[in-house]
């Protein structure tokens, strides 16, 4: 089986120390390839440098809804640069969080739309966060992201009627580790089934979100434990994984415009 983590953090500093042994783990695992997902300007960079010094790893760049009021012309303008790297597949994760709220909300709405509109130049699919926004995100989405554009909800976890409306603008579906989790997966468990298996994407989000069973022993989640989370999908969706793999593999392909050989 060929897996893609679709979304990861390479970048994070839990990484510094041993990142090349968490590439081998990665490989070990089947896990042929990952995304690393840029957040910020600094960290945007050096994913890019992450990515473009081993094979099998890609890079997004983009301002989290967190770092908006971090955000500004010249910041964007010097990501466009960033993005002129072949490793380069992706813009995001950008989005809304209206949880925590460590940006403005009309910060965080103000920087959306215009990153939205510098992917849409850029031509590049677009990797979401939304939290707590209440149908905000989908409303934007509704009015900015442009007919026949690509992008993927990371780590939904949202209900059936939001599923439908992310289906409806073309999105693709991250699932995250929270499948796994008896209690905190409950409720996507009883969702994934609805995912049409032409949307679904597996993603860690590491170092975060660590999946069961490696959760019970170990604090840092790396993308060779998307396994885990593969794993869980194909019997909740009670399929045969050796062909969901394949499914899902070419799905992260065709949205991050990889080749899938």
């Not at 009670?238 to 062909?243: A, F």
Request: proline share 5%; aromatic share 6%.
């Amino acid at each position: 089986m060929r897996l893609f983590d679709s979304h990861c953090h390479l970048d994070d500093r839990a990484f510094d120390k041993d990142l090349n042994n968490v590439i081998h783990r990665m490989h070990d695992a089947g896990v042929v390839s990952a995304m690393t997902i840029g957040t910020t300007f600094e960290r945007c960079a050096k994913g890019v440098a992450i990515a473009e010094s081993i094979p099998g790893v890609y890079a997004s760049v983009g301002i989290h809804p967190h770092d908006a009021k971090s955000c500004d012309e010249d910041v964007l303008k010097t990501l466009k640069d960033l993005a002129r790297s072949p490793s380069v597949c992706a813009w995001g994760e950008i989005g809304l969080d209206f949880n925590r709220m460590f940006s403005p909300r009309s910060v965080q709405e103000r920087w959306l739309i215009r990153q939205l509109e510098i992917s849409d130049e850029l031509k590049l699919p677009v990797i979401f966060h939304e939290r707590d926004s209440n149908g905000r995100l989908i409303d934007i989405l509704k009015t900015h992201f442009t007919t026949g554009r690509n992008g993927v909800v990371h780590c939904f976890s949202g209900n059936e009627d939001e599923l439908k409306q992310y289906l409806d603008l073309g999105l693709y579906i991250g699932i995250t580790g929270i499948v796994t989790i008896k209690g905190r997966g409950e409720d996507l468990r009883k969702i994934v089934p609805s995912i049409p298996v032409d949307r679904i994407l597996i993603e860690t989000d590491a170092p975060y979100l660590t999946p069961t069973p490696e959760r019970n022993h170990i604090q840092r989640n790396e993308p060779a434990f998307v396994r885990s989370v593969f794993l869980a999908l194909a019997k909740v969706r009670q399929e045969d994984p050796v062909s969901l793999a394949e499914i899902v593999w070419n799905n992260t392909c065709q949205l991050y415009g990889v080749d899938s050989e």
